[in-house]
């Protein structure tokens, strides 16, 4: 295992989260040093060690011009050199801290992903048995509209980067698996308390799910906000979840 990581990370205490098979070779790795965590993929650091050596001060100066410059200029267009001035640091400094604007850019999105779940009701997940799996399933799409309107200023970049189908495909692509393993927990659930039809395959309903949410993303952005009206939206889907789209007689 040591050969995918540089020399000077061999020192870390290493916990292995398999959330991919190994046929799929991407693994992810958390490494754990000096109370800080990185993120590996393919034995990759994003960001570069050296973000997380420095003063917390300035690496939330940072993260916040990245916000700030991500939110008014799509990421083709948005500069590193705006982000470097604002954040108070060289143009040479940044790429000490990431490989390049991509590598930032995935990492922001990353921490919005880690936010955002933390707007799902933790009662919900840590007690799932005491809920139906329609009742946590809406629960997963209400807590995108609460976090939505509690956090406006990170919208504009979600917008924009669904708005790039491309770079949508790539940065959200790497959390899809995630995705399908989070609903095929809730649909196992679900099977055992008697409320998914037992002859259903559950790995490929998972995936719909994903591939749905995704969808979905188009239709409550359309207007460029996201709102409890939305939720309209969001009812009527979960509906044809339930009850399927045949007419019932």
């Known amino acids: 295992m040591k050969k995918f990581f540089p020399k000077e990370v061999f020192d870390i205490k290493i916990t292995i989260d398999y959330n991919m098979t190994e046929d799929s070779y991407e693994y992810r790795f958390i490494l754990i040093k000096l109370d800080h965590s990185y993120t590996v993929r393919m034995g990759k650091i994003l960001p570069k060690e050296t973000f997380f050596n420095l003063p917390e001060e300035k690496r939330e100066r940072v993260i916040e011009a990245a916000i700030e410059e991500f939110a008014a200029y799509p990421f083709h267009q948005a500069?590193?050199?705006?982000?470097?001035?604002?954040?108070?640091?060289?143009?040479?400094?940044?790429?000490?801290?990431?490989?390049?604007k991509k590598d930032l850019y995935k990492y922001l999105i990353e921490i919005i992903v880690e936010k955002k779940l933390k707007y799902i009701n933790q009662d919900m997940m840590v007690n799932r048995e005491r809920y139906s799996f329609f009742e946590l399933l809406r629960e997963v799409y209400l807590s995108g509209i609460r976090f939505a309107k509690e956090n406006s200023r990170l919208l504009p970049i979600g917008l924009m980067l669904v708005n790039d189908k491309e770079l949508c495909r790539e940065i959200l692509?790497?959390?899809?698996?995630?995705?399908?393993?989070?609903?095929?927990?809730?649909?196992?659930?679900?099977?055992?308390?008697?409320?998914?039809?037992?002859?259903?395959?559950?790995?490929?309903?998972?995936?719909?799910?994903?591939?749905?949410?995704?969808?979905?993303?188009?239709?409550?952005?359309?207007?460029?906000?996201?709102?409890?009206?939305?939720?309209?939206?969001?009812?009527?889907?979960?509906?044809?979840?339930?009850?399927?789209?045949?007419?019932?007689?």
Do not use: C, H, W
């Open 79 to 100: 500069r590193i050199t705006a982000i470097a001035d604002n954040a108070g640091i060289a143009k040479g400094s940044f790429y000490q801290y990431f490989e390049d």
């Open 173 to 249: 692509g790497e959390y899809e698996d995630k995705s399908t393993d989070f609903f095929l927990l809730l649909l196992k659930q679900g099977r055992t308390e008697g409320a998914i039809d037992p002859t259903i395959d559950l790995i490929l309903i998972s995936k719909m799910l994903t591939s749905i949410s995704y969808s979905l993303t188009d239709f409550v952005y359309e207007d460029g906000k996201l709102d409890l009206d939305d939720m309209e939206i969001i009812d009527q889907m979960l509906y044809i979840i339930e009850n399927g789209i045949k007419k019932r007689r």
